[in-house]
């Protein structure tokens, strides 16, 4: 890997890390402001608004600049959404900003892996990329519970700036502000991210005009009988790994009676999985491999539903390494494999772009259905054996239409599985 890689994974795990634990910290900040149940699950769509919103925009403008000066911008759009919850703002309008500054970072951080490294070290920088992205969930989950929790939150409470009164007065809010200086580090990272080389493409002076680009792109993946199929797979398993990191918390607190803090701490088992699942696929699997995983999303449905019945933390912790697990070697070469048909369809930029508008509308489908269940009453177990059998029955779906495309396309499947052994090979 070239040296400038390990630059942008350090940017990455940092940015990933305040993420994770700021969103352990809006929980506990609706929850001792006494919020609606229903608008702590809500996080997690408001999240993914500015990526499906803006999805025809973000892409051309990681394309338009380095995309280490994009991630540098991304990380101070972050800020500002800490600072807003900081003054008063609402958490889910202030974590929404949060996702703005996401939803910009995203296309720059995937799109330069392809234009560093030869497609031959794709699924290996893949495997890299999401296995430490899961480290930064696992640590930063298990760092924001803390932030939160009645050992450092007093700590941290007691400090006081020389020269300066600050209104900073519950956990919450200082556990926040701690994560400033991370999304900072993070940004120090961005500005020794290294040039590409790969020439820019400026932003049209009509904004609008993306619009009609960003439909072409998104058929033109959707039609592809590789692209189409790794979409709609890595679609339902970022839908599913997005909207987890709530449903533990939930889980936790009805099953086994846990706090925000003791339940962080289950969320980064699951990460922990992922993390091992990423790091197995990128030893084992090949671009063209990434087809064959397609079942294991049909076992990760069936695990959430399984989950309901277990008591007893002891059980709960393997159980949910298994389940991150599943995710985590599905998700590295289906990845790959979807990174590799949009940079030869459209471009690294604007594939991402595409990429993450699904994914993130599947994000947001999944999670304003549960905490539209959650506001209607309906019970914790209930609400989780739903996203179970709609996890497992999607990914049933998706299996059966890579095998009508292997009957009725067998040429063209072919042909394309071809092109990305031989760019495996030879890139």
Not at 8 to 19: E, R
Not at 361 to 366: E, M, V
């Amino acid at each position: 890997m070239k040296r400038g890689f390990f630059t942008i994974m350090s940017a990455q795990f940092f940015s990933s890390l305040a993420d994770n634990a700021l969103f352990v910290a809006a929980v506990q900040l609706l929850r001792s402001s006494k919020e609606a149940p229903w608008q702590q699950a809500a996080l997690v769509p408001m999240f993914a608004l500015f990526y499906v919103l803006l999805a025809p925009f973000v892409g051309a403008f990681a394309d338009s600049m380095p995309k280490g000066r994009v991630m540098l911008i991304s990380n101070f759009i972050k800020i500002g959404g800490c600072l807003l919850m900081l003054f008063g703002t609402h958490p889910l309008m202030s974590y929404a900003i949060v996702g703005l500054g996401a939803a910009a970072y995203s296309p720059a951080k995937y799109g330069i892996l392809t234009e560093l490294l030869p497609t031959s070290q794709l699924v290996k920088a893949n495997g890299w990329i999401e296995g430490l992205t899961i480290a930064s969930i696992i640590l930063g989950v298990l760092l924001g519970g803390q932030l939160v929790g009645p050992i450092l939150s007093p700590w941290l409470l007691a400090f006081d700036f020389p020269f300066c009164s600050t209104s900073i007065d519950t956990p919450p809010e200082a556990a926040i502000s701690v994560l400033i200086f991370v999304y900072l580090l993070a940004a120090w990272f961005n500005t020794h991210i290294p040039l590409s080389g790969v020439e820019m493409r400026p932003m049209p002076k009509r904004l609008t005009s993306l619009l009609p680009d960003f439909w072409v792109c998104n058929t033109r993946l959707w039609r592809d009988k590789l692209g189409q199929i790794s979409l709609a797979a890595t679609t339902l398993i970022w839908g599913v790994a997005g909207n987890l990191r709530f449903i533990v918390l939930a889980w936790a607190a009805a099953a086994l009676g846990y706090t925000v803090t003791q339940a962080s701490a289950l969320q980064g088992v699951v990460a922990i999985g992922m993390a091992a699942g990423a790091v197995v696929a990128s030893l084992r699997m090949r671009l063209e491999d990434g087809p064959r995983v397609i079942t294991l999303g049909i076992g990760m449905g069936i695990l959430i539903i399984l989950l309901i019945f277990i008591k007893n933390v002891w059980l709960a912790a393997p159980f949910l390494i298994l389940l991150g697990a599943l995710g985590g070697f599905l998700v590295v070469p289906m990845n790959a494999l979807l990174q590799h048909r949009g940079h030869n369809l459209m471009g690294a930029g604007r594939s991402i772009a595409v990429q993450n508008f699904n994914e993130q509308a599947c994000i947001l489908g999944l999670g304003a259905a549960y905490s539209l269940s959650t506001g209607l009453g309906l019970p914790t177990f209930a609400s989780i054996t739903a996203f179970g059998l709609v996890i497992a029955g999607f990914m049933w779906l998706i299996r059966r239409w890579h095998a009508s495309n292997c009957v009725r396309h067998r040429a063209e499947v072919e042909h394309l599985l071809g092109i990305a052994r031989n760019d495996n090979l030879h890139g």
